[in-house]
C-alpha cells in the first residue's frame, strides 16, 4: 500500500467505523462491511483496523472499477493475507454490480484524489438495494 498523504482523514474513517461496529453489533454478530470506490484501499485497511480494535467479525466487499487500484488492492490482499481471508475484491462498477448479500455498512469516499466527486451520491443509490 502506498504511503497516505492524509492520514488524519483515514484515521477519521477508521474511527466512524470503529464506532459503528462497536454501537451497533455484537462481538459474534458477522458484519458486512462494503468499500464502495476502495481505490488503492486505504479505507479496507482503516476497516479492517477498526474491526480489530473493536472485536468484530467483518466481512469486506472491496469495490472497484478502475483497473490500476485493483493492482493496489491485489498487492494489499498479498501483504494482509489475514485480512485477504476476510476480503471480497470486485472488480465493477457500482451501479451495475449485483451484491451476493445486503450490506451492513456501506464506506465509501464521495469525494475522489482530485475532490471531483468521483463516486457522487447517485452512483451510491443503486448500491443501497
Known sequence: MLPLKDKKKYDMYQEAIYFALKENFKPEEPVTLMVLGAGRAPIV?????????????????AVEKNPNAIVSIRQYMLTHEKNAKK??????????????TLADIIVSELLGSFGDNELSPECLEPAQK
Do not use: C, G, S
Not at 485497511?45 to 466487499?61: G, P, S, T
Not at 476480503?87 to 451476493?100: F, G, N, Q, S, Y
Open 45 to 61: 485497511h482503516a476497516a479492517f483496523l477498526a474491526a480489530e480494535k473493536a472485536d468484530r467479525n467483518v466481512h469486506v466487499y
Open 87 to 100: 476480503m471480497t475484491l470486485v472488480h465493477a462498477d457500482i451501479r451495475e454490480w449485483k451484491p451476493p
